[in-house]
């Protein structure tokens, strides 16, 4: 069975609505904790912890309002609507926040797709109209700290061996699971890493691309001409180490 992953911010959406809203909220401070991330100084947990610190006091109204303004690429409805007709289980997996994603895809009615993320907790703050903001971590990998949510684990506990994994992203926490990933759709600096480290991939701007190139592919594997949808197998030997501690 062909199950697809696709990540949020940056891929479903236009631009990173996570980083967007912490530098619109918490200001220059969160977009510092964002370069001390990506350098490596802080981990993703604490990065997000600080900025959630950052944008506390924001007005609830102003950051809906913010969250309401953000794009997503139109052709992913399109594309989702597909995979539906297709019977193609498709999930989204985001190191951002539950708080916006749930927001967005309401907003575009596909809060039918199962997503996994980052759990963001908003309280107001007493008789005001504040809020705190408060992040836990409840799909962290327990031994590594790369990212706050392990899109690796849940996507491989959401897989059989057998089933051949599509992965769809663009940036940084999309590098760890496309190691794992039979075939990678990758655009921006996800497709520079693909092509450093010797992955294979599709290139895509858009969902109306993905859906194209998804549909040839099923034919081509109907047809038994070509095998485009298959098992990569560097792929499955990353997920044998995986699976023997290395
Ligand atoms: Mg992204």
Same mark, same amino acid.
């Given at each position: 069975?062909?199950?697809?992953?696709?990540?949020?911010?940056?891929? +479903?959406?236009?631009?990173?609505?996570?980083?967007?809203?912490?530098?619109?909220?918490?200001? #220059?401070?969160?977009?510092?904790?964002?370069? !001390?991330?990506?350098? %490596?100084? +802080?981990?993703?947990? #604490?990065?997000?912890?600080?900025?959630?610190?950052?944008?506390? %006091?924001?007005?609830?109204?102003? @950051?809906?309002?913010?969250?309401?303004?953000?794009?997503?690429?139109? *052709?992913?409805? #399109?594309?989702?609507?597909?995979?539906?007709?297709?019977? +193609?289980?498709?999930? +989204? @997996?985001? /190191?951002?926040?539950?708080?916006?994603?749930? $927001?967005?895809?309401?907003?575009?009615? @596909?809060? &039918?797709?199962?997503?996994?993320?980052?759990?963001? /907790?908003?309280?107001?703050?007493?008789?005001?109209?504040?809020?705190?903001? &408060?992040?836990?971590?409840?799909?962290? =990998?327990?031994?590594?700290?790369?990212?706050?949510?392990?899109?690796?684990?849940?996507?491989?506990?959401?897989?059989? =061996? =057998?089933?051949?994994?599509?992965?769809?992203g663009e940036g940084? *926490?999309d590098r760890?699971?496309v190691?794992?990933?039979?075939?990678?759709?990758a655009k921006d600096e996800l497709l520079i890493y693909c !092509?450093?480290? &010797?992955?294979?991939?599709?290139?895509? $701007?858009?969902?109306?691309?993905?859906?194209?190139?998804?549909?040839?592919?099923?034919?081509?594997? *109907? *047809?038994?001409? &070509?095998?485009?949808? $298959?098992?990569?197998? !560097?792929? !499955?030997?990353?997920?044998?180490?995986?699976?023997?501690?290395?």
């Open positions: 069975m062909i199950k697809i992953f696709i990540d949020f911010d940056g891929t +479903i959406t236009k631009k990173d609505v996570g980083d967007s809203m912490f530098i619109e909220f918490g200001g #220059e401070a969160s977009r510092n904790f964002i370069q !001390q991330y990506r350098s %490596g100084e +802080i981990s993703a947990i #604490e990065c997000f912890k600080l900025e959630s610190e950052a944008s506390s %006091g924001a007005i609830k109204k102003d @950051l809906d309002d913010f969250l309401d303004k953000q794009e997503i690429d139109v *052709s992913f409805i #399109e594309f989702h609507k597909y995979c539906g007709d297709e019977g +193609i289980p498709h999930f +989204i @997996l985001s /190191d951002g926040m539950d708080y916006y994603i749930e $927001r967005i895809l309401k907003r575009f009615g @596909l809060n &039918n797709i199962p997503f996994f993320s980052n759990h963001l /907790d908003l309280t107001m703050h007493d008789g005001t109209d504040e809020v705190i903001l &408060n992040p836990t971590f409840p799909l962290r =990998d327990e031994e590594c700290d790369r990212c706050a949510c392990c899109k690796r684990n849940i996507m491989l506990s959401k897989s059989a =061996d =057998d089933d051949i994994i599509v992965y769809i940084f *926490s760890c699971p190691r794992y990933a039979d075939v990678v759709f !092509q450093q480290e &010797n992955i294979s991939f599709f290139e895509y $701007r858009s969902f109306a691309e993905v859906k194209i190139r998804l549909e040839s592919l099923l034919t081509q594997k *109907s *047809s038994k001409k &070509n095998f485009g949808l $298959r098992k990569r197998r !560097q792929a !499955q030997l990353a997920v044998r180490d995986l699976l023997l501690g290395g």
